[in-house]
């Protein structure tokens, strides 16, 4: 907890120049394919950052590394400054990083209400509390209903999580990922399967609730990273080709050649 | 929203209720005979439902859960020895305390090492555990009496609270020491579900995976649950001493733990009263109708299957599906098909019951010749007719057993899936 403290969010995170989430030289390995090549990237604190590739790129193991689902082969993570390579992920949640997940990951015979309050529990210091009764920590109640309503998910409330529909289910994922108040979100794919209407919505749900806070997204969606991200890196075969603003993105040769070669996919 | 809480008062009518019922059942059951089914009921009722801290609430499959009501069974005997001696001064009625530290303990130890894992590995860990510790309690005589046991007498400490004559000697003081036990662990278990630690341990049932992506460690979350599950356990287990005033070996044994997995799946473990339920059942079976038939465990492991078949999520669940189709005003659609199903089922197991019976009787009452009075009718087993008998009623029942099972199911899952719809559509 005390590591959060000290690295509040300044109200303009750009200018303080901290570093939210450092990679230096990452890789991993599956027996002997090489998924992750050495990647480095540094990603300032309030920014939003998008990282794209073509399919098995290595993103989403990317992520996985990040958020200790998988261990680093060689390689260094550090998150606000502090060395996470190789933490448990609770342990890595805990030091204020928070991700979702492309294939939706709920508490599916939880009530709507409950995923989010579980989501809470660590993070406001109730733990493993058996002592407390849950409906009455009303700083719990309050921090989920918060989030109920900003997710947009108020109505259903108190129907089980497996129940939603899919969108429904996507934005749950996302107030699951934010309710702990973890200043650097990773999210993966958050618009995978969507209709366009869905999607804008989803945008501007993600513009809002990581207001302030530090973004690392995987998106295939174009029209989507170019909305949202800041800057944008260019992962091919577990390879960082480039980063930059949507701009320089656009205009460079590599990604051009090895990404973005059918033009109508940068619109 | 958050100001104004109003008070749950179906919750406390039902706690009232359940006091009132467990103050009362003696007035009405006070042979000795309904006593000890009382009693061995309540023992049950705290075992099951502390299994399904484990099997409901956080997704664990244990085989070894007997393990911990034995070891408390044991400490809390000895300490009921020690009493006896003069060595120890404590109150029979706070042994249950003892056995549940012992299962504490023993849930802490073991514990460490099963909760790792979920699923299949700490299935299969719990059974090798079990296996381990019945193993030792017949290697260690000085500790677990070998084959045995360790006796001792209930009735040695001092009077309760200094009231001359309650020295938990007769059945129906100890029924009043279990009741009160049961009562308190019921409602302790039960605010149990309603804290961080309970819910959290339903997020880990449901996806210990995303559960480590919110901060929390599974395992950790597992074994405190476990130590808490234990701690049950060994009340129940301290107060199992107390009524038999024997504990062996089969305290510890596969059996044990076998049979609370069967009363928690009878009554279902998605519910929290799911388990009560369960172990009235079982131990209506393996006592009450022990009593009358030796095909009894028969009779159990055939309604067992029966209600894994038909009704997966137990006791439970069946009623409160029932109670839901009755909210939504859909009862009358079910309850033609409800009839035919019930009577066919009742005249089927009337024929097999009929047919175990008289088999049961061949092979095993040879010496009492061949006539057995069932369900007040005379069978000769040495002839035809009988059997014929048993063979039509069967044959017919099972028929239209099938036919109004077929209509029966149709209705039911259309009913259901309305049902469902709606609340999929209208939160």
Known sequence: MSTRATHAIAPNGLTTGAIALELDGVSKRFGRTEVIRGVSIRIPRGERHAIIGPNGAGKSTLFNLISGRFEVTSGRIALNGLDITNRKPYQVNRMGLSRSFQITNLFHRLSVFDNLRCSVLWSLGHRHSFWNNLNKLVDVEQRAEAILERVGLKRRRDIVAGLLTYAEQRALEIGITIAGGADVILLDEPTAGMSRGESKRAVELIRDVTEGRTLVMVEHDMSVVFDLADRISVLVYGKLIATGSPAEIRANDAVREAYLGQPAAAA | ?427
């Open chain 2, 1 to 427: 929203m958050l100001a104004f809480k109003p008070i749950n008062l179906g919750r406390w009518v039902v706690w009232g209720l359940t006091a009132v019922l467990f103050l009362l059942l003696p007035a009405y059951f006070n042979k000795g005979f309904s006593l000890t089914l009382l009693s061995q009921m309540g023992v049950t009722i705290i075992f099951a439902l502390s299994y399904n801290m484990l099997l409901g609430q956080s997704g664990m499959l244990s085989f070894g859960h007997a393990v911990y009501s034995g070891l408390g069974a044991f400490f809390a005997i000895h300490a009921l020895r020690w009493i006896g001696a003069g060595t120890l001064v404590w109150p029979t009625s706070l042994l249950p305390l003892i056995g549940g530290a012992a299962g504490a303990l023993f849930g802490m130890l073991f514990g460490y090492l099963t909760t790792r894992r979920a699923g299949t590995p700490f299935a299969m860990i719990t059974l090798g555990i079990g296996e381990m510790v019945f193993a030792a309690s017949l290697m260690f005589p000085g500790f677990f009496g070998g084959e045995g046991g360790i006796t001792a007498d209930r009735a040695v400490g001092a009077p309760f609270l200094g009231i001359p004559g309650i020295t938990f000697g007769p059945q129906v003081q100890v029924y009043y020491l279990i009741a009160a036990w049961c009562f308190a662990s019921i409602v302790a278990m039960y605010a149990l579900t309603q804290t961080p630690l309970g819910r959290i341990a339903n997020a880990v049932r449901d996806n210990p995976e995303r559960a480590e992506f919110i901060g929390y460690n599974p395992q950790r979350v597992r074994w405190l649950m476990l130590i808490l599950s234990g701690f049950f356990a060994g009340i129940a287990g301290a107060l199992a001493a107390i009524n038999f005033e024997i504990v062996s070996a089969e305290n510890v044994s596969a059996i044990r733990s076998g049979g609370v997995l069967l009363a928690a799946f009878i009554g279902g473990a998605a519910f929290f009263f799911g388990p009560i339920l369960g172990a009235v059942v079982f131990v209506f079976f393996a006592v009450a109708l022990s009593e009358y038939t030796k095909a009894w465990q028969l009779y159990l492991g055939v309604f067992f299957v029966l209600l894994v078949l038909f009704a997966p999520g137990g006791l439970s669940s069946l009623i409160l599906m029932n109670l839901r189709v009755v909210k939504f005003r859909k009862f009358r659609r079910l309850r033609d098909p409800y009839f035919g199903v019930l009577f066919s089922a009742l005249a089927l197991a009337f024929g097999t019951v009929l047919v175990i019976e008289l088999m049961y009787h061949v092979t095993l009452n040879v010496g009492q010749g061949p006539a057995i009075r069932l369900f007040g009718m005379i069978f000769d087993t040495s002839r035809a007719p009988a059997w014929t008998f048993a063979g039509v009623v069967i044959f017919g029942a099972a028929s239209a057993f099938e036919f109004y099972r077929r209509r029966f199911r149709q209705q039911w899952h259309d009913v259901q899936r309305e049902i469902e719809d709606w609340v999929r559509d209208n939160p």
